[in-house]
């Protein structure tokens, strides 16, 4: 028996060796995947010495990885095209650990498989992180690669010998099964984890691969122990029978959420020393109002979670490795969030944002968290851009009071800032900078990147204080929560900061009115449970239980409980129906309408904008085009203000529309079809339309770099003036 096992394994060998295809085939099988292990794991630790320490110290670790690996090639065994196929795997693989490796170097954070699911949005602020002979290159070596591959397809000969498909299928069962058991035994002997709280630290742990191919299959809340009608039942008994507040006493003022993209009190860097103070006013607050740290779950993104942790009261660790409910759960079921809360308290809900309101699906996801409006960069006319292309948060003052005008009841507020967003220049790019870096610092591109920060952040500061100045003379009852997403993608280390915590920022409660609460460092997700108790608003099954179980020893597990309930089984608590059904929200502040369209006079043409007034050109996208002194503009605007006309003689065939509203960002529609169009104000647009004749319908799109609709107008149609025939 062992002879012949022993003849079989010698002929196997011997017919490889005297097969070049089969040779080539079985050596690619044997030594790509320790390469491709080799190679993503080295982009993953980031440097030689990090990836030999993982592969001594985490062997075990990097052999279940391996194993991942060899599982997904296997599949090629039943193929006839095995060498191509093998090609492929290994591209992907590669590229993926290339992406994670850049990635990194951005946001800190690593690359997961979340951030495909919205990768056209994420296409669209490449022009952030990358310069255009890099996304050239990228793109270069993606059809490289695609063309390499279709070769290897249409040139690499077959596998001759009969596929075993039997045989075959058995053993690529048993490699999976072996993956399989190799992570259950690296889980069960904690080596790997199945929950990821940091995901930085779970990649540099248990390895790209493995957390990146976790991060796949493992997506939402997972059933917990113990779930059933009764357990939630006992929960939601308890919240409804525990008094927390006094319903006698409810405070309504306007509540207005702030979020501030990466922003961070730079004193709390350890030997950093500036020229001057970044961030004055927000320190002066948090001195004087309640003030405390907050932990989130990402360093340099992420802001889409805190948003999602802050609205919802919910615990993003409870969901899977990565992930980000916007782009999945949120974007089909209605959840509970202080805007429903709030609404049963007589408010109406807004959300604003100074980005495209595309991005992370808000202008879906919005819906379903109960907002009644949605302000994003498209119904807003910028006028000033950082360098990289954000648009400056000061334009947020003018459109948080419209929001507060905008209604006779009381208002609640969820803006989010977006100027202080990375990646930060290595190179100097600011002229005359209000702050300079002193000491702290050695190294010319790492003082480059925190001189552009600081004095990013000191502006944002800078806006804080005009907006505390606008609330301050405004005759309502305001309270302000302000508060940064997630700390910047600088580099830093737990021991550069004063708090040794990379996953705590600050916030800030203010208000107009003199209200206060008492300091206290808390989890994202408890941030508006704390801030409704003080105004004795206990609505909402997760807002009360919040107010009900924080300091209980099943918190957590009751949480995931009722989070699983909620979102994904059978809706216990609500008693197998959820209350919450997705809000017909209006996209910006108010509609955008049309009030009359008429051909253009040559009597009495209109007034073109001058270069200067053009605001946010499309060409501008460009960083090369840019001011040096940090007043160049990103955009994204799709008008198209040359409007032909040379030495200003008057060109035939403009239409003008008249109307509310209008935005660098709105493109003239005539019956479905889009013209060109120039911006002239808020109250009129111009199209150029010579055809132009009665019963011809007309809307208004608010169109993000040229391919994305946000919104439409009502149409309106044109109807041309009788003339009357003399007798």
């Known amino acids: 028996m062992y002879t012949k096992i022993k003849d079989k394994i010698k002929n196997f060998f011997r017919e490889i060796r005297g097969d070049k295809v ?14 491709i292990n080799i190679v993503v794991e080295g982009l993953n630790q980031r440097s030689v010495s990090g990836f030999f320490k993982f592969f001594i110290t985490s062997f075990d670790v990097f052999v279940i990885n391996l194993m991942i690996i060899y599982a997904v090639f296997s599949v090629t065994l039943l193929l006839r095209k095995r060498i191509p196929a093998m090609a492929l795997i290994s591209i992907i693989w590669l590229a993926g650990g290339i992406a994670n490796f850049i990635v990194k170097f951005n946001r800190e954070t690593p690359f997961n498989f979340t951030d495909l699911k919205d990768f056209g949005q994420v296409l669209d602020v490449f022009d952030k992180y990358m310069s255009k002979l890099q996304m050239v290159l990228v793109i270069a070596l993606i059809i490289a690669a695609v063309i390499f591959v279709i070769f290897l397809w249409i040139k690499s000969p077959k596998y001759d010998t009969k596929i075993k498909y039997v045989k075959n299928a058995i053993i690529v069962a048993v490699m999976w099964i072996l993956m399989f058991l190799s992570i259950q035994v690296g889980q069960a002997l904690d080596r790997v984890s199945v929950k990821f709280p940091n995901l930085t630290i779970a990649y540099q742990s248990y390895g790209f691969t493995y957390c990146y191919a976790y991060g796949m299959i493992s997506v939402g809340v997972d059933e917990p122990e113990e779930y059933t009608d009764e357990s939630i039942q006992k929960i939601a008994e308890r919240i409804e029978k525990t008094k927390t507040v006094d319903k006698d006493n409810v405070k309504t003022p306007n509540i207005i959420f702030l979020q501030l993209e990466s922003f961070i009190d730079l004193t709390n860097v350890i030997d950093l020393e500036l020229s001057a103070e970044a961030t004055p006013n927000f320190t002066s607050l948090k001195k004087e109002y309640t003030s405390g740290y907050l932990r989130v779950n990402n360093v340099g993104y992420g802001t889409a979670n805190t948003e999602f942790e802050i609205m919802t009261g919910m615990n993003l660790e ?52 109960g907002y009644d409006t949605y302000t994003s960069l498209e119904y807003m006319n910028p006028k ?10 000061n334009i947020l003052t003018d459109e948080i009071i419209k929001v507060l005008d905008s209604t006779e009841e009381q208002d ?64 309502e009852e305001v309270i302000l929560v302000m508060y940064g997403d997630h700390l910047p993608s600088l580099g830093l280390k737990e021991e550069d900061l004063i708090n040794h915590d990379l996953y705590q920022t600050e ?55 009722l989070e699983y309930d909620i ?85 035939k065939g403009y239409v003008v529309l008249e109307g509310e509203h209008f935005t660098g960002y709105s493109r003239v529609y005539v019956n479905n079809e889009p013209l060109d ?28 770099k040229e391919t994305t609709e946000v919104s439409a107008s009502d149409k309106a149609m044109y109807i041309a003036p009788v003339i009357d025939e003399p007798v």
């Open 507 to 561: 916030y800030i409660i203010w208000s107009n009115y003199g209200f206060s609460m008492e300091n206290k460092d808390i989890e994202t997700y408890q941030l508006a449970a704390r801030l409704l108790r003080a105004l004795n608003i206990d609505g909402g099954v997760i807002n009360k239980f919040h107010q009900v179980y924080e300091e209980d020893e099943d918190y957590l597990k009751s949480l995931k409980k």
């Open 677 to 704: 169009t120039v911006f002239i104000s808020e109250e009129m647009l111009l199209a150029y339309y010579p055809e132009l004749k009665s019963m011809d319908e007309f809307c208004v799109k608010q169109i993000y």
């Open 318 to 369: 409870d969901f899977g490795p990565g992930e980000f409910p916007y782009k999945t759960v949120l974007k089909n079921t209605p959840c509970e969030s202080i805007a429903y809360i709030l609404k049963d308290y007589g408010y109406s809900s807004h959300a604003m944002h100074n980005n495209t309101g595309t991005f992370y699906s808000r202008n879906v996801v919005f819906k379903n968290l």
């Open 567 to 651: 979102l994904y089984a059978d809706r216990y608590v609500y008693g197998g129906t959820s209350p919450y059904v997705a809000t017909d929200m209006q996209m910006g502040t108010y509609p955008i309408k049309i009030t009359n369209i008429y051909p253009e006079d040559e009597n009495n043409p209109v007034k073109r904008p001058d270069n200067d007034d053009k605001g946010n050109n499309e060409d501008n996208n460009n960083n090369e085009n840019n001011d040096k002194n940090d007043s160049g503009g990103e955009g994204g605007n799709n008008n198209d203000n040359d409007d032909g006309r040379e030495n200003g003689e008057f060109v």
């Open 412 to 475: 609640y507020l969820y803006a989010i800032s977006v100027q202080g967003h990375g990646s930060y220049p290595s190179d100097e790019v600011l002229e005359n900078p209000h702050i300079s870096v002193v000491s702290g610092i050695e190294d010319d591109e790492r003082i480059n990147q925190y001189t552009y920060y600081a004095n990013q952040i000191y502006e944002m500061d800078v806006f804080i204080g005009e907006l505390i100045n606008a609330l301050n003379n405004y005759d």
């Open 384 to 393: 000033e851009y950082t360098y990289l292309g954000w648009v400056k948060d």
């Open 22 to 35: 089969k040779r080539i085939t079985f050596e690619m099988f044997v030594f790509l995947p320790w390469i």
